[in-house]
């Protein structure tokens, strides 16, 4: 499976990446997208939309966590990083920071695919693409925008 994974939009997608992501097989947006018409350009490029509510978003239709598991791996979504990760997860994906991030921490990996249009502490602005294989095997793939 092929996951586009963005976050922290604030009301803008550029139109190169939203082709970009458009081939993805889901896309994962990890909160602060602001306007829900963002939301509406992400489904009608097709894939299935998964979002978790940011603390910029209004909408409380958005869970603020989710938890998914694919292949075997078990994935936790939360926009705003937590020091310890939840019990039950290998993969904790947050935005927030508005920086790439790649690291274990208490044997779970944090991946945070940066931000689009507004990067933070000399960050690239990037998306991320997740790839799952059905051998469980993550591979986890930084783009620059």
Known sequence: MRIAV????HDRLPEHVAKAIAEADEIWHLGD???AAILESLKILGPKIRV?????????DWTLTLDL????????LEHIPA?????????FL??????????MVGGVR???PGCITRPNRGAPASYAWLHVEKNGL???ELVRV
């Open 6 to 9: 963005i976050s922290d939009t």
């Open 33 to 35: 997208v602001c306007e």
């Open 52 to 60: 978790v509510r940011g603390n910029c978003d209004a909408c409380s």
């Open 69 to 76: 598991k694919l292949e075997g791996q078990r994935f936790h």
């Open 83 to 91: 020091r310890v990760p939840p019990r039950g997860c290998d993969f």
């Open 94 to 103: 947050h935005g927030h920071t508005h920086v790439p991030r790649d690291e």
């Open 110 to 112: 944090f991946l945070n």
């Open 138 to 140: 993550v591979k986890w």
